[in-house]
């Protein structure tokens, strides 16, 4: 018979290790949960943050942000956000700029009365590493990076991460994202499919997406003509010696002819450096105009409330507090501090002019719904070009035209127009908004993200329609 002193020491012992176990590293969801970020307003949803470790040759770890659904969050799908860039954080923009829960402002974050986890569990993902608080252990990994690398992380990531969430494997997943997400998207569901993950892949949601580098870039030019950035002859020189089609591109995909440079340096004088490309009608933040952040600002627009444009250097200084960074159980490392697009990253750009359609024609064949919408305000990757090649896939598929190309309604305004292909196509446009449509027009977005009854009119008809990304 053990002594009671014995006694003590192993029911201690025990105590230890089952505590052990519990907040350990198989209980990342207990370590990573974010208690209350400096400054947060009151809330009862719970929110995580941490990291993925992911164990090869390189090691590296992905960092996370989520945040459970305000309510019912047991029966309402997940959701993955991925920003583009290539190399921009989901975190920073996507959650904190876009349509997270929170947004800074001055020292505090105030309440997002548009947030997206109203309606889903929201997951934001720094990918690949080198990406905001994401980072590779080897630095060596920074040196070539490219899209069939970032989608087999994400996707290792996906595995390793409902491992740790268990009670999300089974849930209705979507992935969704916006820009250069036109690639790591489409390719990251393609990628699940033939892993045959279990993982319970529904649709898919992509926003001003880079999808054919021809068809995108060759847009510019009659949008910016068309809304009055450029003169007829600049217009016609862009037609005549800025063909992207014909341009053989060098190992930027910025790389252009010295004549098609001369172009582009010509509308840039026009345009003038007070107005932002990626939202034609933006206030520039005039603290910091020649931020490399800048091109991704945006202003609400479309209701009487407005937001702060400087929205995003605020973000910037609120995620490189310390108490910020310990609160979301995050680190900086081989690198002085946080960034909205990655510093260190050499990513791949020859990856710019693979063309998704094919990748895109593959899901659809599979039966993964796919949802396509565009801000029109962006004069960078335009909506002219985006439904151009949403229109050849639904050509090439054979889908009939379900819904015609018709007005949507937010409330008693148009919220913008939509057309529907079968019933796993779908391509909308959001009234007023940027290349960040969530960021410019959040009511709008969330509407078409929530499937808010919309009121459509066809001929003498009046009906009532949902149109979403969840459920797509």
């Known amino acids: 018979m053990s002594e009671p002193w ?9 105590i230890i290790l089952m505590h052990t176990c519990l907040n350990g590293v198989n209980s990342i969801p207990v370590a990573d949960e974010v208690v209350k970020l400096p400054g947060q307003p009151p809330v009862t949803f719970k929110q995580f943050a941490g990291y993925i470790s992911l164990d090869e040759a390189k090691p590296r770890s ?6 459970e659904a305000e309510s019912n969050s047991s029966s309402k799908p997940l959701v993955l956000w991925l920003n583009g860039g290539p190399g921009c954080s989901s975190v920073g923009e996507g959650a904190f700029v876009e349509h997270g829960p929170f947004k800074p402002s001055g020292s505090v974050l105030v309440k997002n009365e548009y947030s997206w986890n109203k309606e889903a569990n929201m997951l934001y993902l720094e990918s690949p590493a080198g990406v905001g608080f994401s980072y590779s252990v080897d630095k060596s990994f920074y040196l070539s990076v490219n899209d069939v690398i970032t989608a087999r992380d994400n996707l290792n990531f996906l595995e390793k991460w409902f491992e740790n969430f268990p009670e999300y494997k089974n849930r209705d997943f979507y992935i969704t994202g916006e820009s250069y997400a036109g690639h790591y998207v489409p390719q990251l569901a393609n990628l699940i499919l033939k892993s045959k993950a279990k993982i319970n892949l529904k649709g898919i949601a992509i926003g001003n997406p880079l999808l054919e580098f021809n068809t995108d870039f060759n847009s510019r030019g009659e949008y910016l003509w068309s809304h009055g950035l450029i003169s007829d002859a600049t217009y016609d020189l862009f ?4 063909n992207f089609s014909t341009i053989r591109r060098q190992a ?6 010295p004549k098609c440079s001369q172009v582009s340096n010509q509308a840039s004088r026009e345009i003038g450096r007070f107005i932002n490309s990626y939202d034609i009608t933006l206030d520039v933040c005039l603290s910091n105009v020649f931020s490399q952040s800048q091109v991704l600002l945006n202003n609400f627009r479309g209701t009487e409330t407005k937001i702060d444009v400087c929205v995003e250097d605020e973000t910037i200084e609120y995620l490189n507090r310390k108490d910020v960074q310990t609160a979301l159980h995050a680190r900086l490392m081989g690198v002085s501090q946080w960034g909205p697009c990655s510093e260190v990253l050499n990513y791949d750009m020859h990856n710019l002019e693979i063309p998704m359609s094919p990748v895109l024609t593959s899901l659809l064949k599979s039966g993964i719904r796919v949802f396509v919408y565009s801000g029109d305000q962006d004069s960078v990757l335009p909506l002219t070009g985006t439904r151009s090649v949403v229109n050849s896939l639904a050509k090439e598929l054979r889908l009939n035209t379900t819904l015609p190309y018709r007005a949507w309604f937010n409330g008693n305004q148009v919220g913008g127009w939509i057309q529907v292909y079968g019933d796993v196509l779908s391509f909308a446009t959001i009234r007023g908004a940027a290349h960040e449509a969530p960021f410019s027009q959040p009511e709008r977005s969330l509407a078409l993200f929530k499937g808010k009854p919309c009121i459509v009119k066809i001929g003498s008809y009046i009906g009532v329609m949902n149109l979403s990304f969840l459920g797509i």
């Open 252 to 257: 930027q995909y910025k790389s252009m002819t």
């Open 62 to 67: 992905l960092f996370y942000y989520f945040v």
């Open 6 to 14: 014995i006694l003590s020491a192993k029911l201690l012992f025990g």
């Open 239 to 242: 037609n005549k010696v800025c």
